[in-house]
């Protein structure tokens, strides 16, 4: 892959490396791995941008359900016909449960079409693309260069799962801090009600810019800065999902050292292969991950939601907010939208980092 640039592969060889060959292999990989990351830093910046896009787009309506799902504003659809926990009175085993999970959100879904219109599937998309561009670049930017530097000064240059967990955890807050304000645009807008035909609904922010507005006026600053300190719970579940990741990924390339060193020449199919399976890599990591981390989310969007009518937050803070959902409405609602989350995320990073690993290798 280094190869195509010599004046990195230069620098990368040391005339006083082992005379051993697999050493000597080893040794030439780790440092050409290194230059490439130190010499390209823009290349993990554009390619988890476009990665990102290309999820948020893909599953838009099931981000919309998923938030509306995590609200209290929408808890009497959960609580009507009583479907996460009985069936006409009487409790449902787990199987049963887990379908009408599945029911639940593609039913919310359809009356979200039926009474609001197709364009309130895509509700937010717009601050959704402006926040995940970014986002995911200054993840993907500072986890990759993160990474490599902290082994560089901290691990001589060999990377480990705790190199992994620090670079990702620096990643995760600093994409945190620079795109909160968008992500509370984009939940107020998600949450907020579309005008009907009956009158029943009501609409308090005409577009992102008026949103904006309207809290810097009646909240203030620190208004576009709610919902943070759930987003550095959020932190938790980016590295662990970064660590089991980067674990999955090195199991598939030691199979292709391995082929390497065999001589075996790699066909197109093997290539797919790879790809495919450093995909599914990435949505079984992110799967385990939000299955442990998830409650951080229902805490995240509550905090987000738009203030009472006489202009107080409705939670005062993190733990009062989750001592609050878990008094008034069980533990369970802490796992509010979990189905429709996973069905969103597991696919949304599969695309994006299938998405990230065809950038970093037609680039590099």
């Known amino acids: 892959m280094a190869t195509s ?20 292999t080893q040794v030439v990989q780790i440092e050409v791995t290194q230059v490439e990351k130190i010499s390209k830093p823009w290349l993990h910046f554009v390619a988890g941008g476009v990665g990102g896009m290309m999820g948020a787009i893909a599953t838009a309506p099931l981000d919309v359900v998923k938030t509306r799902l995590q609200s209290d504003f929408y808890s009497s659809q959960l609580m009507k016909g009583h479907l996460q926990q009985t069936l006409h009175g009487q409790r449902v085993g787990h199987i049963r449960s887990m379908w009408l999970h599945f029911y639940e959100t593609f039913q919310i879904m359809a009356n979200v079409y039926r009474v609001e219109g197709g364009r309130s599937l895509f509700k937010g ?19 990759n260069n993160g990474k490599n530097l902290i082994a560089s000064s901290l691990n001589n240059g060999a990377e480990a799962a705790w190199v992994n967990l620090m670079a990702a955890a620096v990643a995760g807050i600093a994409t945190s801090t620079a795109t909160n304000p968008i992500w509370l645009v984009k939940t107020r807008l998600q949450l907020d009600k579309q005008n009907s035909d009956k009158g029943d609904y009501t609409r308090q922010y005409k577009n992102s810019m008026d949103c904006v507005h309207q809290v810097l006026k009646k909240e203030g600053i620190p208004g576009l800065y709610r919902g943070l300190t759930a987003s550095y719970l959020g932190v938790v579940e980016s590295s662990l999902q970064w660590v089991l990741y980067e674990q999955m990924k090195g199991l598939i390339n030691r199979r292709e050292k391995l082929r390497n060193r065999l001589g075996i020449e790699s066909t197109a199919g093997d290539n797919f292969f790879e790809w495919l399976a450093k995909s599914g890599a990435a949505g079984l990591a992110k799967l385990s991950a939000s299955l442990l981390t998830y409650p951080h989310e229902v805490i995240r969007t509550r905090l987000r939601q738009r203030p009472l009518a006489d202009g107080r937050p409705q939670y005062s803070g993190l733990v009062n907010c989750f001592m609050t959902i878990w008094k008034e409405e069980g533990f369970v609602a802490l796992y509010g939208g979990l189905t429709p989350h996973l069905m969103r995320t597991v696919p949304n990073s599969i695309i994006m980092f299938g998405t990230w690993e065809l950038i970093i290798k037609a680039f590099s």
């Open 125 to 143: 998309l717009g601050p959704n693309l402006v926040g995940v561009i970014p986002a995911r670049s200054i993840n993907f930017f500072t986890y």
């Open 5 to 24: 640039n010599p004046s990195y592969t230069k620098t990368s060889i040391k005339p006083s490396l082992p005379s051993a060959n697999t050493q000597n």
